[in-house]
């Protein structure tokens, strides 16, 4: 079992910055694609940021020159430099992965609450 713990959330003024991480821990496993989405109260969950395996990324629109994503393959942790933080970042940050263990599947954080005042 492969599991992905966030960490970094908080509370933030607009204008400010925060930094997430997300750390896979297990046994004999290798991710590949991780990525972050964000759900706001009442709205569905998105992508926010993707990096691939060979370092590859995307991003939503809403975030493009704001936010960064950045992986350490060798600690299994995926980073979001979020700048510039607005009041609609506001939501509930999850981390996701496809991890290889006997197969590929999908594995979620259980989620880390990102709050921007205005």
């Known amino acids: 079992q492969v599991q992905l713990e966030e960490s970094g959330g908080g509370l933030v003024q607009a204008g400010g910055s925060l930094r997430l991480s997300c750390v896979a821990s297990?046994?004999?496993?290798?991710?590949?694609?991780m990525a972050w989405y964000r759900q706001a109260p009442g709205k569905q969950r998105d992508l926010v940021a993707l990096?691939?395996?060979?370092?590859?990324?995307n991003y939503a629109d809403s975030v493009k020159g704001r936010f960064t994503i950045s992986r350490d393959s060798a600690k299994n942790t995926v980073y979001l430099q979020m700048n510039n933080l607005k009041p609609e970042d506001t939501a509930v940050y999850y981390c996701?992965?496809?991890?290889?263990?006997?197969?590929?599947?999908?594995?979620w954080g259980q989620g880390t609450q990102v709050t921007v005042s205005s």
């Open positions: 990096i691939s395996y060979s370092g590859g990324t």
């Open positions: 297990g046994s004999s496993f290798v991710v590949k694609n």
């Open positions: 996701y992965a496809v991890v290889q263990k006997e197969g590929f599947f999908n594995s």
